[in-house]
């Protein structure tokens, strides 16, 4: 009797190891991209004007003060809470620079979501699509660090969403990071409420579908309880701000916009991040269509269990963009839509693989996405490119403003003033740009007056530049003089000089502008050698 010959057994060990060596690949291209993404992160890493609100806050908070910009003041000049509490131990002690517990916090959550950039790809992909996306794309580097919550704020959404999705919301234990992660996107930036929401509403529809398919009935135990507490966080948050602020919006709420319209500002914004990164145009095209068309099938098709992943990857995208499109946009480029690129790049590799496995006729297509994108997404048209200030159409590479160099020299040559600013309790107004003059400084009353982030009254007055976003507004002098304010620690904008009323730092800057004059305040401010201001009682005995 004779045998065939078969060729079963030597395909199935060509498979197993072609399946290795693809594995071997991804990881070793991933491993790659990570160190590649957290080095350049650290060496590019830079400090915003606006990181040092928040880090006054945790000073104030850790010296006593409560977390207030000026003691005895009780407002909301700062939309990262769950950021700013992170900030706090490292002003306990002087064993580690607060502004490098920023760096290391940033990056640490750039970190975490290459990781689980990684985890979402659950079938075996050629390249890791979603991360390439995400480590190529220069400003997720860039906002790595910056000393703002972008990066961290990013981690979370995404973290979250994982945990949301891959897990039986029948299983307790499963679905309670989720719950949380998503409840604490509500305590890092306002916007996670809306995340919140339809998180809760996708945990709602996940359990009808999981509990029909197993025949259970819904049932109120101990454990619903707890996820309830869970979920419910945000609303002891919100009821804590209401009681210690007086208000459940932040003030920079009213600050930056107070929710108005500003569509052709919030176009321009997204033109020019489209403008850059133009190989996220056929991503956002991609994802559009991919999502009607899974939304059509899921309705046509009635019997086929439903697939709800487009709540969080798709549709909280769309609104969270719409919203920042909506009211102008940000001043720095494309700060507020780089939270929500993980959670698109993921929604695009997981639908290039399902055109691939089940799609032949459109494999080429899908080919080509997975390995051109991430390329056009490395050669970004830099719009900043030969400009001597980086700012176009009132929006600013910031991180080519406040250079890390620059900064800690800065820091080194203000420090030595600050025992004279806190011992002559001088009152000061600034523009937004030196909050970091403030937070070094340190001086007993400090209102910020380009936004009035720190004051509500400021706050709410109107925009005398619109094309800047969250900034522009007419200085008060009339109201800084009721608050008793001696120094203006800048000179644009204000009425002319006098005789007496300039106050000069030597080379450090333009001059500032005496405001209310004190003689102890000035007798102290004085006693720093690049310091000069007249001497006004003897001015006026000149005068007479």
Known sequence: MKYKKTTLLPDIAYEKRNTILKRILYFAISVVLILFGVTTSYRMRWISDDAFI??????????????????????????????????????????????????????????????????????????????????????????????????????????????????????????????????????????????????????????????????????????????????????????????????????????????????????????????????????????????????????????????????????????????????GGDFMFSRFYLPILPLIFVWTEQEILYLIQSHSKHKKNAYLILYSIPILILLRWDIYKGLSLPVVSGIADENQVYKRESMERIRNEILPWRKHFEKSKVRVAFAGSECFLIYYLNPILAIETETGLTDPIIARTEFKDLERVGHGKSIPLQYLKERNIHLILYSNGLPEKTEYNEFLTGNFSTPWRILTYSPSVMKELLKIPSFQAVDFESYLDTYR
């Not at 920023?102 to 079938?123: E, M, V």
């Not at 809760?200 to 197993?214: C, T, V, W």
């Not at 025949?215 to 996820?227: G, P």
Request: aromatic share 20%; proline share 4%.
């Open 54 to 327: 928040s880090l006054r806050y945790a000073k104030n908070f850790a010296d006593g003060k409560g977390l207030v910009f000026n003691e005895g003041e009780f407002v909301e000049g700062y939309t990262n809470f769950f950021w700013t509490i992170l900030l706090i131990p490292f002003h306990l002690s002087n064993q580690i620079d607060p502004v490098e517990a920023c760096y290391f916090f940033g990056i640490l959550s750039f970190f975490g979501t290459c990781i689980y950039l990684i985890l979402f790809c659950k079938k075996l992909s050629p390249i890791p699509f979603a991360l390439s996306c995400f480590v190529l794309l220069y400003h997720n580097r860039i906002f790595a660090t910056g000393g703002l919550e972008t990066s961290l704020h990013g981690f979370i959404l995404l973290s979250a969403s994982y945990h949301l999705i891959y897990c039986r919301t029948t299983n307790f234990y499963k679905i309670i990071p989720g719950i949380l992660l998503s409840s604490l996107s509500c305590l890092n930036r306002p916007d996670g409420i809306l995340f919140h929401i339809l998180a809760g509403i996708y945990i709602i529809l996940k359990f009808l579908q999981e509990s029909k398919s197993n025949h259970t009935n819904l049932r109120f135990d101990f454990s619903s309880v707890i996820l309830c507490i869970i979920y419910l966080l945000p609303v002891f948050y919100y009821i804590w701000k209401l009681e210690y602020y007086g208000n459940i919006l932040p003030n920079t709420f009213y600050a930056k916009s107070g929710g108005s319209p500003r569509l052709t500002q919030g176009l321009i914004y997204l033109w020019y991040f489209l403008k850059m990164y133009y190989g996220m145009i056929p991503i956002l095209g991609f994802v559009l269509v991919s999502f009607f068309w899974t939304i059509r099938k899921q309705w046509i098709r009635k019997n086929i269990e439903k697939d709800f992943r487009w709540i969080l990857l798709v549709l909280f995208p769309i609104l969270y963009a719409g919203y920042y499109t909506w009211i």
